[in-house]
């Protein structure tokens, strides 16, 4: 089992409001990875006795400045009763869930804490250290699918305060389990719901700190392919610290380039919706971040309208507005020019055109107040990716996974034919 001074988190996801997929998924694909309704994250110290290295020691160093710097804003807060820019946002509703952790010898089952359309999480406890532990769990057979396979080898590869930290794989009688660490911050789609939006001062504090781990696990090969409020959850501070979680839809350099048709509407890039043949899933990452930031600031979607109400149509028409990056700010809510140019360069059809994250972070309203030292971060988390030496290695993990498909040959399989899936045609309604 890996373990660390990083931790995570874990919480059920709402679905995006108003979108009328089939059978309820909240992505393109027909099949909606078991990400579908999952994230986690947290950080702070493990039970683990382990001797930090002196790059981990400087990322606490930079974490305790975050946490210790002043933090001058005030956040709107408003009841969500009455409020027309909240009922944007719907949340999924919960379904109950079993307990397959009778008589585990490791863990014992605190309680349910969400399920979704293709499993559950249970908050647990490790017996022998008392300490919490998030553990989702997806039913053995063919729901493990490619996807399963790549958020599992894709997350468990990455180590960072922005990224939610992966702990083991293992397999009870009837699913396969992912444990890891537990943090109770809540997911940033209710956080941003409860506020009715947030002041452009929090919005970029935590904007910042998105794009800190995206940069991360874009330098580490992984693209996320799903970056939105409800993938991303919040630490117990006062000043809370955003964690990236559920990598269902990721890919690896490693993989093919991104070919499919994947995401949550209304995140999704322009190029991710158009007939084109690959995409640049870094590129497509970010957009989706410039979608998250503005609905952190205006708590609604960009292109949707209040008059696609009730409209059958609403979903194309949807759609279609993002293909022609037809937006508006608000005006009843109050963004400074910087902030609005820089989402005028974010959310730019071309990818060629649109920002990158190096030019995000060279974008003087994104500089604003960044504490010290975070330019460093990456670096400092770069060098940690031999993280996985003398824990649960990528043998022993895709070992695990192949057993939960049912046969030790079907993951290679899977492989095999990833090329031929993301060739073939998704569809978006």
Request: glycine share 6%; hydrophobic share 35%.
């Amino acid at each position: 089992m890996k373990q660390s001074g990083l931790g995570v988190a874990y919480t059920i996801a709402p679905m995006p409001p108003r979108w009328p997929l089939v059978n309820g998924p909240r992505n393109f694909d027909g099949n909606g990875p078991p990400s579908a309704g999952y994230q986690l994250a947290k950080l702070g110290r493990s039970g683990s006795s382990s001797t930090y290295s002196p790059a981990f020691l400087l990322v606490i160093m930079v974490l305790r400045f975050y946490l210790t710097t002043s933090f001058h804003v005030l956040v709107r807060v408003f009841v969500s009763f009455g409020n027309p820019r909240v009922h944007h946002l719907q949340p999924m509703k919960a379904r109950g869930s079993k307990n397959p952790l009778e008589n585990n010898s490791k863990y014992e089952k605190i309680k349910d804490l969400n399920a979704g359309a293709f499993g559950f999480v249970q908050l647990a406890k490790e017996k022998e250290t008392g300490e919490k532990v998030a553990i989702k769990f997806m039913e053995r057979g063919h729901k493990i699918t490619k996807y399963v396979a790549r958020e599992i080898m894709n997350h468990s590869h990455l180590l960072h305060p922005h990224i939610v930290q992966f702990k083991e794989v293992f397999l009870t009688k009837d699913y396969l389990a992912i444990a890891m660490e537990y943090a109770a911050g809540g997911d940033m789609f209710q956080y941003v719901k409860h506020r009715g939006g947030l002041e452009e001062v929090e919005a970029r504090w935590f904007f910042q700190q998105l794009i800190i781990g995206m940069d991360y696990c874009h330098k580490m090969g992984v693209v996320n392919r799903d970056i939105k409020l409800e993938n991303t959850l919040l630490d117990g501070s006062k000043r809370p610290l955003l964690k990236i979680c559920d990598f269902g839809y990721s890919k690896n350099d490693k993989d093919s380039v991104p070919k499919s048709k994947v995401g949550t509407p209304g995140y999704t890039a322009p190029e991710v919706i158009a007939n084109s043949r690959t995409y640049d899933g870094k590129l497509a990452d970010v957009w989706s971040s410039g979608v998250m930031l503005y609905v952190m600031l205006f708590c609604e979607y960009p292109f949707e309208r209040p008059e696609d109400s009730g409209d059958p149509h609403r979903f194309q028409k949807v759609l279609e507005r993002i293909l022609a990056v037809d937006y508006n700010f608000p005006s009843s809510i109050p963004v400074s020019t910087e902030c609005k140019d820089l989402l005028s360069k974010i959310l730019v059809a071309d990818p060629a055109k649109r920002y990158t994250i190096a030019d995000i972070q060279r974008h003087p309203w994104y500089t604003k107040d960044l504490p010290a030292g975070v330019t460093r971060m990456n670096d400092e988390c770069l060098k940690l990716k031999d993280h996985t030496a003398g824990y649960q290695n990528e043998d022993d993990i895709r070992a695990v996974v192949a057993q939960a498909i049912g046969s030790r040959s079907a993951l290679a399989d899977e492989r095999m034919v990833d090329d031929i899936m993301d060739d073939s045609e998704d569809t978006y309604y």
